[in-house]
């Protein structure tokens, strides 16, 4: 059974935590707001080289004093779009440099000032500021600056803790042999995954060790624990997310799998290395300060280690955690050896076009037959084709600088065409999908009949106008079309019959007759996009083999 004063030190323990954590989080929470968009427009803006990225990386995580935020914060970056995998990359190698800033308020200002003389009144200062500010940008700034004195005054009870624990409790029998450092490693990990903060792990860390509760050499091999236990933040985030979300976490863990494995192979020696750092730069002996400087040590060591290789790592990992979408938006016949010979290149970009108009078709047909849960689909469809048709662009781009023939090169201009023809009807589709999904179904069985002789008039219409199709003939999809043009125009007028007899509610009428608006545009778009191609398919299949382009691409 535990003691009186047992208890009474393991309820100083938790709340010296539970005030670490919760200064941290007013911290970071009220710095984030504080500085308002200046954070999106580092992310956005700074990272464009890998050198700048990996700075933004360190200041921002600096000043929010959170790599788990600044790590959540850029996932979101890549997912939309508005970061590369690479440029993500080195501002993550940036954040684990930022976050020992933490580890260096604690040894430099935890414990060499009275923590309650600096603690209280940032509290009471912080918290006036923020009552009398409000929701502002000053008032998030006040509290930061009570989690600020929440953060020392946290620190300060835990260092009381250890201090009064040490001469009682110490650990420094466990960490004799290879498997006792694996043991205060495997602790560190347990800390930040617990605690969901490796700043929090860490000012465990470098108390208890000052404490004397924990060796150096153990209080190390738990900040390399630590370290990498902050992954966890990352990881979780990213469950269920987007391909290029995973791959950033994947990029985290990996990195700090690594480091943390290179770290505690050579213990030793960067144990070494920070004695001498350390009587180079004049700083005091104490443990606290000698542990901030091997995190931030063997985490530089990490990044001089990937730098170079980064690159090749990332496109490792774009090969891999693929989604359906990526998968289809792939090229398969797009490829640069063809473009010295004309008919090979024209062949594969009307064969990639030919798998667009393939898949835009099926996204219009199911959007048409909807079953009304068709949106998810269409929106990973809709990506695809999208891909595809940057990929096409590309290409046409490529074959431009080639010195093609110039009946060839007449022609492209025709293929960026077919693209947005079927990136148009890939929009359309899941702006129907969308509409219809809370759609009510139609009452008036006379109408709801014709909608749906509409419906399958477009399908049929559909497999008429396949440019692969033995049955296609431009002709008769244009005739088809025009068809369908006045059936849409009797259509619409019915719709409106319907609605001023009240036979369907207004609302309704008016979300139909945009409906099916739609429709008849993305038909229209389908059919002159399968013209288009089927004349390219012409062209690819007469053209001589054996002539080659004479420009770059030649050589």
């Known amino acids: 059974m535990p003691g009186l004063q047992d208890l009474i030190m393991l309820g100083s323990f938790a709340g010296g935590v539970g005030l670490f954590l919760l200064g941290m989080k007013l911290m970071t929470d009220g710095l984030k707001v504080a500085a308002g968009h200046a954070l999106r427009h580092i992310l956005s803006q700074w990272t464009k080289t890998p050198l700048r990225g990996f700075l933004s990386g360190i200041l921002i995580t600096s000043l929010v004093q959170s790599s788990s935020a600044v790590t959540v914060a850029v996932i979101g970056f890549v997912n939309a779009g508005l970061l590369s995998l690479l440029q993500t990359v080195y501002v993550i190698y940036g954040t684990n440099i930022g976050t020992t800033m933490t580890s260096w308020l604690v040894a430099l200002v935890g414990f060499k000032i009275d923590v309650q ?133 994947a990029a985290h863990v990996m990195f700090n799998l690594l480091t943390g494995f290179i770290a505690l192979l050579l213990l030793a020696p960067l144990l070494e290395l920070v004695e001498l750092v350390q009587q180079y730069l004049g700083l005091d002996d104490a443990v606290a300060t000698r542990l901030a400087l091997f995190h ?152 709801e009949e014709k909608l749906g002789q509409f419906r399958s008039e477009c399908v049929a219409l559909l497999e008429l106008a396949d440019p692969q199709g033995e049955r296609f003939s431009a002709e008769a999809a244009q005739q088809g079309l025009e068809k369908l043009e006045q059936d849409y125009q009797q259509l619409k007028a019915q719709l409106l019959h319907a609605g001023s007899q009240e036979r369907i509610r207004l609302q309704q009428m008016v979300t139909e007759l945009d409906l099916y608006r739609n429709v008849r545009r993305a038909m229209e778009q389908a059919v002159k996009g399968a013209s288009h191609l089927r004349t390219l398919m012409e062209l690819a299949k007469n053209y001589p083999l054996t002539e080659e382009a004479s420009g770059p691409g030649s050589s």
Do not use: C
Not at 145 to 157: D, E, K, S, V
Not at 212 to 217: C, K, M, R
Not at 388 to 399: G, Q, W
């Open 117 to 249: 003389a600096l603690a209280l009144p940032l509290i009471g200062l912080g918290m006036v500021v923020r009552l009398i500010s409000g929701g502002s940008r000053r008032g998030a700034l006040a509290e930061a600056i009570a989690g600020f004195g929440l953060f020392f005054l946290g620190i300060g009870i835990l260092k009381d803790t250890f201090t009064d624990a040490g001469s009682s409790l110490s650990l420094t029998g466990y960490s004799a042999d290879g498997a006792g450092m694996l043991l205060f490693t495997g602790a560190g990990f347990l800390l930040t995954f617990l605690m969901q903060s490796s700043s929090a792990a860490m000012a465990v860390t470098l108390t208890a060790a000052a404490g004397g509760v924990i060796p150096f050499t153990a209080a190390a091999a738990t900040v390399i624990g630590a370290n990498v236990g902050t992954t966890s933040t990352a990881a979780l985030a990213v469950l269920g997310a987007t391909p290029n979300a995973q791959r950033t976490a």
């Open 296 to 447: 931030t040590l063997f985490n530089v060591l990490g990044v001089a280690m990937l730098w170079v290789v980064t690159p090749r790592m990332v496109r490792w990992l774009e090969r891999r955690m693929r989604s359906a979408e990526e998968d289809l938006g792939r090229p398969v016949y797009l490829d640069n050896n063809v473009v010295r010979t004309p008919a090979l290149a024209l062949n594969a970009m009307v064969l990639e076009l030919g798998r667009m108009g393939d898949l835009a078709s099926k996204m219009l047909r199911d959007a048409i037959s909807t079953e009304r849960h068709v949106g998810s689909q269409l929106h990973k469809e809709r990506t695809a084709i999208e891909r595809l048709a940057n990929a096409v662009n590309e290409f046409s781009l490529t074959l431009q600088r080639s010195n093609l023939p110039g009946d060839i090169t007449d022609h492209l201009p025709l293929a960026l065409r077919v693209s947005r023809y079927y990136i148009e009807v890939a929009n359309v589709s899941v702006a129907m999908a969308k509409v219809q999904e809370d759609l009510p179904y139609i009452e008036d069985r006379v109408m």
